[in-house]
């Protein structure tokens, strides 16, 4: 077996739940063990109400021209699915897929990069799964710098992604006033004025009950719908939370400015709870065009260009990168049976390797 199967094989065994800190603790622990050769450099952040980030790299500055990420935490599972089994050609565990062996290939292919005329980092959370607060608070220092960003967790080895969509959450909120619900002429309900405001809001979000014909529309989602009274008040308040989940094409402040209007027009206000960013990045891009011509030619097939409903960490480099998304195979993410295919883990690792040296020689 190789050394970087060894490794993924090691890393699969510790729990590393998210939110467990003393397991989270084990696994950066183990890393940093087993990466303190010469021409490695690490560094470690440790945030108020985050778990661990880390950053190994060959060479002590913060502006790379690659920088892989990834996330060392996981999801819970049964104890059993922390001891690794192969077959088939599968390795099942959990954080097989999601996202250890690819971590695994990244720090694997910053070895390969030692001596070399290029700048090649791995950064890597421990809270992904949950709150994410490593890498938005290492986003606020906005001292780590990328020409192009790895991100293997997305997409798989024939599918390549292009665009992650834009997640924002949305509280609105409404008054009223109380009356017995026997006589509601009395009162003024607060929730069909949140009621009239989403029915406005499908307008524009209409909402899918089955799937389109693209995947890459903006959609709305009511994701709780609620009013702190008893069964027989008419509300004087109600609040819902919604989802959306925006392509290029709505931006943050064309959001608002449709929420504005439906708020004054429903007598409702609203707040964003939550906005990250999308990822759009073209496929004809150079660096992207010279990663899929050699993964193409490693796995000997087509690799298809697609989009993504999700987000990703890779977010942060939005703006200022050009980010390849782009996985290994398997299946049951987040699920039992959770596994990689050892096959593709192989050729994610020669594709990146292979990668390098192209960049090089440009």
């Given at each position: 077996m190789s050394q970087l199967l060894d490794n993924i094989i090691e890393m699969l065994k510790i729990k590393?739940?998210?939110?467990?800190?003393?397991?989270?603790?084990?696994?950066?622990?183990?890393?940093?063990n087993n990466f303190t050769e010469n021409g490695i450099f690490i560094n470690e952040w440790n945030f108020d109400n985050a778990s661990p980030v880390l950053l190994l790299s060959n060479c002590k500055s913060y502006d790379f021209d690659v920088l892989a990420i990834g996330h060392l935490d996981v999801v819970p599972a049964q104890d059993d699915m922390f001891i690794p089994k192969i077959d088939s050609g599968k390795l099942f565990a959990r954080g097989s897929l999601d996202m250890k062996s690819s971590v695994a290939v990244c720090l694997d292919t910053l070895r390969y990069t030692i001596g070399k005329k290029i700048s090649f980092g791995v950064l890597i959370t421990t809270d992904e799964e949950t709150t994410s607060n490593g890498m938005r608070n290492l986003q606020k220092l906005n001292n780590i710098k990328a020409k192009i960003v790895l991100d293997p967790d997305a997409g798989d080895l024939y599918n390549l992604v292009e665009k992650y969509k834009h997640p924002v959450s949305v509280e609105l909120l409404a008054k009223g006033k109380n009356a017995h619900s026997s006589k509601p002429w009395q009162g003024e309900n607060a929730i069909r004025k949140v009621i009239s405001a989403i029915n406005e809001l499908e307008k524009y979000f209409p909402p899918l009950e089955q799937k389109p014909a693209s995947d890459w529309v903006d959609t709305m989602v009511v994701t709780a719908l609620n009013s702190p009274t008893t069964y027989n008040v008419v509300p004087a308040s109600a609040e819902a939370r919604l989802n959306f989940r925006l392509t290029e094409n709505t931006s943050l402040e064309k959001l608002e400015n449709i929420l504005q209007n439906i708020c004054a027009k429903t007598n409702c206000d609203y707040k964003i709870l939550l906005s990250s960013q999308g990822v759009y990045m073209n496929a004809d891009n150079l660096y992207i065009r010279q990663?899929?011509?050699?993964?193409?030619?490693?796995?000997?097939?087509?690799?298809?260009?697609?989009?993504?409903?999700?987000?990703?960490?890779?977010?942060?480099f939005a703006d200022s990168s050009v980010i390849i998304m782009h996985g290994i195979n398997g299946?049951?993410?987040?699920?039992?049976?959770?596994?990689?295919?050892?096959?593709?883990?192989?050729?994610?690792?020669?594709i990146q390797k292979f990668f390098i040296d192209e960049l090089i020689h440009l």
């Open positions: 590393s739940i998210s939110g467990n800190e003393n397991a989270i603790k084990q696994i950066v622990q183990w890393i940093k990663y899929l011509k050699i993964a193409e030619n490693i796995i000997g097939k087509k690799i298809n260009i697609t989009t993504s409903c999700g987000a990703t960490d890779s977010r942060m299946a049951n993410m987040h699920a039992d049976n959770e596994f990689a295919e050892i096959e593709s883990i192989l050729l994610l690792s020669k």
